[in-house]
Every structure is written in structure tokens, then in C-alpha cells.
């Protein structure tokens, strides 16, 4: 009965920008830790963000400065805003949920495609 959907992702031009949500149901989600993955091809699957309960975050270095990611527990919902975007921004972007009380549950959504070229 969980389900973690995203949703937003697109083509985009260099310097574009583009918000990406990600809508979580079956869980607690207030107490879930939400974050957004990426892999590129050929790639291994790298963090790019997360999002405590409390609303403390962490960036990758790559990313810092241009994404930012917030929740709205109210909709179950994750958002990682993507500004000055970059060729090598160029992935699957995936939104995953882990409960931050169990350590245990782990959620993965299904991805969606974000491409960054001219």
C-alpha cells in the first residue's frame, strides 16, 4: 500500500530550471526522511539531497546553491527546486523515504527522467 510517485522531470535548456515532486502515500510521512537520488548513465546512484523530519538538509556538493529541497508534510509531498541547471545534471531522479524512528523502512519511487541540454 506504499506508494512514492514522482513526477516533474523534463528537458530543459542549460541555466533552465525545473521542480520535481515527489507524492508519498501509506507511510507517516512526518516522520519520514525524504530525499532525492540521481543516476546518470553509467553511473552509480548518487544522493543529491535530503530532508529530516525536522527540516534540517544536506546537499551534495554539486548541487549546493542551485537546489533546494522542502517537504510539505500537510501533502505528503517532497519538492527539490532545481535552478542554473547543468549538463551534467542529466539523470533519473529518484525520491526515496525512509522512516527516521525504524531505520528499516525504505521506500523508492519509480524515477522520472530530467535531461539538460540545448
Known amino acids: 500500500q506504499v506508494q512514492v510517485v514522482e513526477s516533474g522531470g523534463g528537458l530543459v535548456q542549460p541555466g533552465g530550471s525545473l521542480r520535481l515532486s515527489c507524492a508519498a502515500s501509506?507511510?507517516?510521512?512526518?516522520?519520514?526522511?525524504m530525499a532525492w537520488y540521481r543516476q546518470a548513465p553509467g553511473k552509480q546512484r548518487e544522493l543529491v539531497a535530503v530532508?529530516?523530519?525536522?527540516?534540517?538538509?544536506n546537499y551534495a556538493d554539486s548541487v549546493k546553491g542551485r537546489f533546494t529541497i522542502s517537504r510539505d508534510n500537510a501533502k505528503n509531498t517532497v519538492y527539490l527546486q532545481m535552478n542554473g541547471l547543468k549538463p551534467e545534471d542529466t539523470a533519473v531522479y529518484y525520491c526515496n523515504a525512509r522512516n527516521s524512528v525504524s531505520l528499516k523502512s525504505d521506500y523508492w519511487g519509480q524515477g522520472t527522467q530530467v535531461t539538460v541540454s540545448s
Open positions: 501509506g507511510i507517516s510521512f512526518s516522520i519520514y526522511t
Open positions: 530532508i529530516f523530519r525536522g527540516g534540517t538538509t
